[in-house]
T-cell receptor, first 113, second 109 residues
């Protein structure tokens, strides 16, 4: 079975802290994604990566950056956390081939105080 | 880029078929339709996907209209464990998947 593993299930940080959310997949997928999920807004794409060291902005990239140094790992970075970044963060991965599906991690609930 | 529209909520009696509709009127010819569901506080789980033809697997059936502008996910015998938010998704250009706000399905005993 495909595994997408997010390093933390729950995280509490203070305003202004630098926050790293880590995601690892074990299926050699080319694509990796970071979404955030807020009540009433569904899942919104923050960033995605289609190859090592490659990244593309999603719909809401402001306040975030990403890093993909190895194919299996995709990190989301909050340079200076703010309270409006309190949210559920979901990592996903997929192959590039048309018709391939997304596999999700179980999510990280981040609270910024 | 294709977008999806789903009703915000639906109820279904336990043991009955749940039919969840989705409109994707701007879908392109080579874009697949995917369905996922999310149980509270978990990551979305894949259910089924299709391009043109109807599809069936052990979880559900997917009916896509001939013009591909809408589809219906069918859970043939809904159980309480099927209570979840269901997302209809199309794959945007550049390998992105567009998630709408989904349909919250409540299965009633």
């Amino acid at each position: 079975d495909v595994k997408v593993t997010q390093s933390s299930r729950y995280l509490v940080k203070r305003t202004g802290e630098k926050v790293f959310l880590e995601c690892v997949q074990d299926m050699d997928h080319e694509n990796m994604f970071w979404y955030r999920q807020d009540p009433g807004l569904g899942l919104r794409l923050i960033y995605f990566s289609y190859d090592v060291k490659m990244k593309e902005k999603g719909d809401i990239p402001e306040g975030y950056s990403v890093s993909r140094e190895k194919k299996e790992r995709f990190s989301l970075i909050l340079e200076s956390a703010s309270t409006n970044q309190t949210s559920m963060y979901l990592c996903a991965s997929s192959f590039t081939r048309v018709g391939e599906k997304l596999f999700f991690g179980s999510g990280t609930q981040l609270s910024v105080l | 880029d294709a977008k999806t529209t789903q009703p915000p909520s639906m109820d279904c009696a336990e043991g009955r078929a749940a039919n969840l509709p989705c409109n994707h009127s701007t879908i392109s010819g080579n874009e697949y339709v995917y369905w996922y569901r999310q149980i509270h506080s978990q990551g979305p789980q894949y259910i089924i996907h299709g391009l043109k033809n109807n599809e069936t697997n052990e979880m559900a059936s997917l009916i896509i209209t001939e013009d591909r502008k809408s589809s219906t996910l069918i859970l043939p015998h809904a159980t309480l464990r099927d209570t979840a938010v269901y997302y209809c998704i199309v794959r945007r250009t550049g390998n992105q998947f567009y998630f709408g706000t989904g349909t919250s399905l409540t299965v009633i005993p």
